[in-house]
C-alpha cells in the first residue's frame, strides 16, 4: 500500500475544485481543516450538551465541548511522538 496513491491535496465537495496548497499558502492543511471544526457551528453545539457523570465527589460541569477540546491536545501530543 502506498500513501502517495491513496492521499490527494484534492478536497471532496469543494465547488472550486482548488489545491489545497492553492487555498493558503499561509498555513497548512491541517491547520485549515482544524479552524473550519472549531468555528463550525456544529461544533459550538457541543457547548451545551453537558456530560453527567452520577455520584460525582466533584462538583466542576464537564460538556462535550471541552471535552473535545481536551481529546484533541492529547491526540496531537501523542501524534508528535
Known amino acids: 500500500m502506498k500513501w502517495e496513491e491513496l492521499l490527494s491535496l484534492k ?7 482548488r489545491l489545497r496548497k492553492e487555498q493558503d499558502t ?3 492543511g491541517f ?3 482544524y479552524d473550519r ?3 463550525s457551528s456544529a461544533f459550538r453545539s457541543l457547548q451545551d450538551k453537558t456530560q453527567v457523570i452520577p455520584m460525582s465527589k466533584t462538583d466542576f460541569v464537564h460538556t462535550r465541548l471541552t471535552h473535545s477540546l481536551e481529546v484533541s491536545v492529547v491526540g496531537r501530543s501523542i501524534g508528535r511522538l
Open 11 to 17: 478536497r471532496q465537495g469543494d465547488t472550486f475544485k
Open 37 to 39: 471544526i472549531i468555528f
Open 26 to 28: 499561509t498555513r497548512l
Open 31 to 33: 491547520e485549515v481543516d
